[in-house]
């Protein structure tokens, strides 16, 4: 079995449309969220997260993606 | 030839005119760990997307793999909604975990950018290994 994609929904819900995040997958918390995905990955790895999983929250949460 | 599986991820869909108790997507995700000839990484979702020619990814992580788009080979790409979108390319190594990875010749476009995941396509996944859909599972348990 591949590595599973858990359901990131509740992690995300509050945070802006469009945000890039850095999700620690050992806690299965949002370690830092930016608009710029470069930021994300250096907020981790100054708080000691060196791989993160980055997702983004969907700009179009509301479409049905084809 | 490995055995694999990749869970149902379900996304709620907003109400809308023809659909107004809107709708929950179910797609085939996984998390992948990409690595750039630059030896950076990047841990990200994938989508495996039988419709999609090869492997592509948001062009919004080629930075982050140390990756220099104006540097890279680009031809046009087109999805639903979208077409004439400029795409670069190189081989990246993808590690879906467990034992699966494979070099693929993948693209970045800005055309993902704006959902934040990965697809893997025709060319560099499903011609390497046989993917089997079963959907009607990840509805019933999620």
């Given at each position: 079995m591949?590595?599973?994609?858990?359901?990131?929904?509740?992690l995300l819900?509050?945070?802006?449309?469009?945000?890039?995040?850095?999700?620690?997958e050992?806690?299965?918390?949002?370690?830092?969220?930016?608009a710029?995905?470069?930021t994300?990955?250096?907020?981790?790895?100054?708080?000691?997260e060196?791989?993160?999983?980055?997702?983004?929250?969907?700009?179009?949460?509301?479409?049905?993606?084809? | 030839?490995p055995?694999?599986?990749?869970?149902y991820?379900?996304?709620?869909i907003?109400?809308?005119?023809?659909?107004?108790?809107?709708?929950?997507?179910?797609?085939?995700?996984?998390?992948?760990?990409?690595?750039?000839?630059?030896?950076?990484?990047?841990?990200?979702?994938?989508?495996?997307d039988s419709?999609?020619?090869?492997?592509?990814f948001?062009s919004?992580?080629?930075?982050?793999?140390?990756?220099d788009?104006?540097?890279?080979?680009?031809h046009l790409?087109?999805g639903?909604?979208?077409?004439?979108n400029?795409?670069a390319?190189?081989?990246?190594h993808i590690?879906?975990?467990r034992?699966?990875?494979?070099?693929?010749?993948?693209?970045?476009?800005p055309?993902l950018?704006?959902?934040?995941?990965?697809h893997?396509?025709q060319?560099?996944?499903?011609d390497?290994?046989?993917?089997?859909?079963?959907?009607a599972p990840a509805?019933?348990?999620?």
């Amino acid at each position: 079995m591949a590595t599973p994609a858990i359901h990131y929904s509740s992690l995300l819900k509050d945070l802006h449309a469009g945000a890039w995040v850095a999700i620690s997958e050992k806690t299965m918390s949002v370690i830092a969220y930016s608009a710029e995905i470069q930021t994300v990955v250096e907020r981790s790895r100054q708080q000691g997260e060196t791989d993160p999983l980055i997702v983004r929250v969907p700009e179009l949460a509301g479409t049905l993606f084809l | 030839m490995p055995t694999f599986e990749f869970p149902y991820l379900g996304f709620q869909i907003a109400p809308s005119d023809p659909f107004p108790k809107g709708q929950a997507a179910f797609r085939p995700m996984a998390v992948a760990e990409l690595t750039a000839s630059t030896g950076k990484r990047l841990r990200c979702l994938v989508c495996t997307d039988s419709g999609a020619d090869s492997c592509v990814f948001p062009s919004s992580f080629a930075s982050v793999l140390g990756l220099d788009i104006l540097t890279m080979k680009k031809h046009l790409t087109a999805g639903v909604g979208s077409s004439a979108n400029a795409t670069a390319s190189c081989d990246l190594h993808i590690d879906l975990g467990r034992g699966i990875q494979f070099t693929a010749y993948a693209g970045f476009t800005p055309g993902l950018d704006s959902t934040g995941f990965g697809h893997l396509g025709q060319a560099g996944f499903f011609d390497r290994y046989n993917v089997s859909f079963f959907q009607a599972p990840a509805q019933i348990h999620n």
